[in-house]
């Protein structure tokens, strides 16, 4: 039986995870922003860019979990592609947000969709051995999902991170290397292209601590399977199957808000450069109350409800903010950031505990489908959790991509009088009422197919156990 995890482990372990959902959020959240808005990319096209990615992802992200799968190495089987994907996709996000100003038109476009597509692809090459590797140096139950909620945890504190300093880090930056007298356009592009450099220098530190700390302490017999086999051991593990599905729904909601809130503040909110302000209060707001519910609400929570419980609770919680979020922009005064906060904290704390339960119940579907097919798949099943989390990301780009396009708000819109009352109107609607309708289907979804209670997972851990004593 393997020892009980260190402290220092554990820590080394989250700081991976840090690192890797900063750069996970700076893409997710600023590529559209950055090549519309500073770049002057058409947003109908970024958006096609974005999902297109995601489509490739569809094929790319199950090849790379059977390559962790069968890959065989004196420093484990996971950690030679952690490193080798984290340094790769440093150097690719520096290069996505360093785009030649000198670029234009097609020329822009192709190079925004082939680093695109790179950034995806060397992403996957170090996320899915990084969350593969979670049962292949713990022990089952208790100390899996607390590793689990830890790593989640850490990784929310890495987006908030990213959702809060962004900007404000953006600005000074660009300010400092552009030099007196440069445009906004210019100090937005210098500031973006430096402030990557720095997050991909931080991640590559993060990863090698991750790899140096931590040992894959056990070995895990996974039978290597051919991409056809693992379609259909997927297939198979239905409970994998609801799992990503709701990943993809809960994602989609929040992305599309995400992608579209830094719009909401600069062309409804705020008139010219005064949205900064406002944007940033509520992104460090946001910010604060996702690290609270991930390190403090999740954990006090699971000592009276279930994980299934606090999962419904979440729900609730992100529909009644998105309702309360939405009566305020059309009945209150929108301009007033302070009344903005009341739904973010109802959003904000439910996505990042949704973040959290998400994972567990990724991980709690391995034992199951080892159960129930004979085969222990984690490289498999984590496979998706990579593509579905970014399938959601791509989606949400395109939906934000259409609402830019079908409502012309573009960066040639200086002023909140500039853009037509029907256009804020369209923006609002996106914003709020279509998260409403996707998470609830997302908890249709997890309602009826969702079945691993913890009653059920400790039956299944002594079905395990009986069959490794028989074997």
């Known amino acids: 039986m393997n020892k009980k995890l260190s402290l220092g482990e554990k820590a080394a372990y989250g700081l991976g995870a840090v690192g890797k959902d900063m750069v996970y959020m700076l893409s997710a959240s600023y590529i559209l922003y950055y090549y519309q808005d500073i770049m002057g990319v058409s947003a109908w096209v ?230 900064r302000s406002p944007y940033t209060i509520f992104n460090t707001f946001g910010g604060a109350v996702q690290i609270l519910s991930m390190m403090l609400f999740f954990p006090l929570l699971r000592k009276v409800f279930s994980t299934m419980k606090i999962f419904y609770i979440c729900f609730v919680s992100a529909i009644a903010g998105y309702i309360a979020l939405l009566a305020i922009t ?36 391995v034992d199951y489908g080892e159960l129930k097919n004979n085969r222990r798949d984690e490289s498999v099943i984590f496979s998706m959790q990579t593509f579905v989390v970014k399938l959601a990301s791509g989606v949400a780009a395109m939906v934000a991509s259409v609402c830019l396009t079908v409502f012309h708000i573009s960066k040639d819109e200086d002023a909140v009088v500039q853009v037509a009352e029907s256009s804020i109107l369209g923006l609002r609607m996106t914003m709020t009422l279509l998260p409403i309708v996707v998470l609830f289907f997302g908890a249709l979804v997890f309602k009826k197919k969702y079945i691993l209670s913890d009653e059920k997972l400790k039956e299944i851990s002594q079905k395990l156990e009986e069959k490794k004593k028989q074997a």
Not at 106 to 114: M, N
Not at 334 to 340: H, K, R, S
């Open 46 to 275: 970024m958006g096609v860019i974005l999902l297109v990615a995601r489509v490739f992802d569809a094929f790319n992200d199950p090849i790379m979990g059977v390559l962790v799968a069968k890959t065989k190495t004196r420093f484990g089987k996971f950690r030679p592609w952690l490193l080798i994907g984290t340094v790769t996709n440093a150097v690719i996000l520096y290069l996505l947000f360093a785009a030649p100003p000198a670029l234009s038109g097609s020329g822009l476009v192709a190079y925004a969709a082939v680093l695109y597509i790179l950034w995806g692809v060397t992403y996957t090459m170090m996320d899915i051995p990084y969350w593969s590797m979670i049962p292949a140096f713990t022990e089952g139950g208790k100390e899996r999902e607390n590793l689990s909620a830890l790593a989640r945890s850490c990784a929310g504190v890495g987006s908030a991170l990213i959702t809060i300093v962004t900007m404000i880090a953006v600005a000074g930056i660009g300010k400092f290397f552009a030099g007196e007298g440069a445009s906004d356009l210019e100090i937005d592009r210098l500031g973006f292209q430096y402030f990557a450099l720095i997050i991909a220098a931080v991640f590559i530190v993060f990863i090698v601590i991750t790899c140096v700390a931590v040992k894959e302490k056990s070995t895990v017999d996974m039978q290597t399977v051919s991409v056809k086999d693992m379609f259909k051991a997927l297939i198979q593990n239905d409970q994998a199957m609801a799992t990503v599905i709701t990943i993809v729904l809960v994602n989609t909601a929040i992305y599309t808000t995400s992608n579209l809130v830094i719009y909401f503040f600069k062309y409804d909110v705020a008139a010219g450069d005064a949205w």
């Open 330 to 365: 059309t009945f209150a005064n929108v301009q007033n950031v302070w009344v903005l906060l009341v739904p973010g904290f109802f959003i904000f704390a439910a996505a990042g505990i949704l973040n959290v339960l998400t994972t567990i119940f990724l991980a709690n579907t």
